[in-house]
T-cell receptor, first 110, second 116 residues
């Protein structure tokens, strides 16, 4: 059965303290790994898509990487406005069906 | 620039009542989805559609029905509401540009439903 596990469940960082969020997955025939940001009371907002092991993408203080079994979301010198829940999702060979992890709730304090 | 629009934003139902959650998108996306999100849990796929007239079950379809008569609209019907259906519901859409590849989802702002 396809499965996505995110760790840690919650992470508290001081402003400027870099760290990484992990997303491990088991899916037959990976057809895309997605990272989303979700603020309280809102829908998930797209951040990155990765398709192949070794692929990396960056956006401001965020960098996503992908291996054959996991993805990391690296946060460099975070700011309080980076506080949110970060969701990971994977798509397998059945197009249209994405499997989401439970998310990592990130809090960045000044 | 509306994107994906869901109505209502909040609703309280009594056990056994029925209702329809509305979802419309103006991006001409052929794929549309309904997810539910329970506290501390990931998003679970209820139903999805790859085009008008085509729908398929996701992970948690029991107690729900959908229809897709147009590209823009994808309503979700709850029949005989139960407390287990208390959740936040998200509609999403996507547009696969390359065959065989999943594309990113655009989400609505959600409907918070309580069944009491």
């Amino acid at each position: 059965e396809d499965q996505v596990t995110q760790s840690p469940e919650a992470l508290r960082l001081q402003e400027g303290e870099s760290s990484s969020l992990n997303c491990s997955y088991t899916v037959s025939g990976l057809r895309g790994l997605f990272w989303y940001r979700q603020d309280p009371g809102k829908g998930p907002e797209f951040l990155f898509t990765l398709y192949s092991a070794g692929e990396e993408k960056e956006k401001e203080r965020l960098k996503a990487t992908l291996t054959k079994k996991e993805s990391f979301l690296h946060i460099t010198a975070p700011k309080p406005e980076d506080s949110a829940t970060y969701l990971c999702a994977v798509g397998g060979s059945t197009l249209g069906r994405l499997y989401f992890g439970r998310g990592t709730q990130l809090t960045v304090w000044p | 620039n509306a994107g994906v629009t869901q109505t209502p934003k909040f609703r309280i139902l009594k056990i056994g009542q029925s209702m329809t959650l509305q979802c419309t998108q103006d991006m001409n996306h052929n794929y549309m989805y309904w997810y539910r999100q329970d506290p501390g849990m990931g998003l679970k796929l209820i139903y999805y559609s790859v085009g008008a007239g085509i729908t398929d079950k996701g992970e948690v379809p029991n107690g729900y029905n959908v229809s897709r008569s147009t590209t823009e609209d994808f309503p979700l019907r709850l029949e005989l509401a139960a407390p287990s259906q208390t959740s936040v519901y998200f509609c999403a859409s996507s547009y696969p540009r390359v065959q065989g590849i999943n594309e990113k989802l655009f989400f609505g702002s959600g409907t918070q439903l309580s069944v009491l």
